[in-house]
Every structure is written in C-alpha cells, then in structure tokens.
C-alpha cells in the first residue's frame, strides 16, 4: 500500500521539513503585516483621530510659571486636568502651580486648591454622534459650591467656550487654568495680592526757585540787555571815528594856512 511519505525518507526528518516550513511563513506573514499595519488604520478608520491631544511643553510650562507666582500671592494652589471622556487610567495631561504632572487635588503640599477639568469627547468617523467637551471647576472644602459654580460659569464669559476645547483641548485646558486666580478673586473666594510698597526715600531737593522778575519777564530784560549792549557799541565805535576824524583835520588847517603880517612900524 502507497503512503504520504516519500520511500526512503526517515520520519524525523520529515517533521524537521515541515517545522522549517511552517516557521519560514510565519515569519514572512510577520513582515506583511508590520508593513502593512499603518495604511490599515487609514483603510478601516482606525487612525486615532478620536485621541485628545494634550497641550505642548512651552504651554504646560508657561501655565506653571504662571500658576506659581499666583499660587505664592494668594495662597492657594491652581491646577488642571484634561481626560478623555471614555478614557480610563491616567489622565491625558495634568498639571498645577507646583509642576508639570503634580495634581493638586488631595495633595498634602496643598490645603487650599482649586482645579479645572475638561473632558473631551471625539466620537470615532464611523458614529454620527458630535463631538464634546465638558468643564467642571471643583476646589477644597473651603470653597463652596456656589464660588466654584461663578469660577466656571465665567470661564465661558472669558472666551473658554466648548468650541475652544474641541478644537484645541490643550491650549484650552492651560488657558483655563491661568484665568483661575483672576476668576477666584472676583468671586470673593480669595483675597486680591497685595502689590509691595515701594521703599521710602528722601525727597530729592526742590530747584532754586530764583527771582520772580527773571522766571516772568527773563525774555524782556534779555532783549533790553542785548540793545543796551548794541547801543552802547554803535556809541563806542561813532567815537572813535569822530576822534580820527578830528585829528585828521588839525594837519590839514595847519598845512593851508596864510602867513600872519608882519609887524613893522608904520611910517610917519
């Protein structure tokens, strides 16, 4: 009777074949797919397009800067959290005066805190439902509800409406957050910083106030000093001519002159 075997060929090695074989296309479907895998997520829409996007270094370090020196003037510590609606696990960003990924929310470096949160929903392209965004502004138990519900309500009068967060979830959630202390202090929750006085100095000493006829009428006394000076010039020089003049003329005199007559005894 025929068998599936080749005559001749011991079994182990047959198995070794087709162990070979087995994993030299296991390997090329492997590499297939890695190529192929990122256009897959363009083809059937899975192209993380329903990802929040957290907000960039430079925001997340401005907001910190920021958040602290309102945090060292007024004591109290500001924070931010932005999540994914579905999303579980780690937020997608947070934040606070006291770094960036610090929450401040059951922090013992913070007694008193108030924190934004916004949650983003980005619904995937096949579902025909609209994208969302939620804001909820929630603090310690110092802060009641009715401050909290002023600080979120004038989020959205200071332009952090929900079409600012769809579009841009991280600006906005940093944004939010540095307006906290501003809406804090206009709620009554917290007190205004107080701006340092200026350190006290010696008054510097008053000019010499001078002669009243010289502070009014400086302009007419300097006119009428020019013209003497002026007049007594033109006096100076018409003397001098008049001085040449003069003694120009005694030479000539002299030089024109008739001889006197002689004296001599008349005849009798």
Known sequence: MATGTSPGTPPGKQNSRAVT???????????????????????????NSDDVPPPVAQERDDTVAVLARSSASQGVCY????????????????????????AVEKNPSCPRWVQVRVRVYYPSQSSESDDNAY??????????????????????????????LIDDPGWGVTRAAVMLPLLAVEVGAVEPATTPAPAATAPSPLPDPGSDLWRDRWGYLLAAGGLLLVTALLVTVGLVQRRRQRRKAVPAQRAGADPAPSRTPEKA
């Open 21 to 47: 074989i087995i994993i030299v296309v296991s390997t090329i479907l492997c590499c297939v797919g890695s190529i192929l895998y990122p256009s897959w997520g363009a083809v059937f829409g899975s192209d």
């Open 79 to 102: 924070g931010w959290e932005l999540t994914d609606y579905f999303g579980y696990g780690d937020p997608v960003s947070v934040g606070s005066n006291l770094g960036d990924g610090v």
């Open 135 to 164: 804001v909820d502004v929630s603090g310690s138990g110092d802060f009641s509800s009715t401050e909290l519900l002023r600080i979120e309500n004038g989020l959205e009068r200071l332009g952090i409406t929900e079409k600012v």
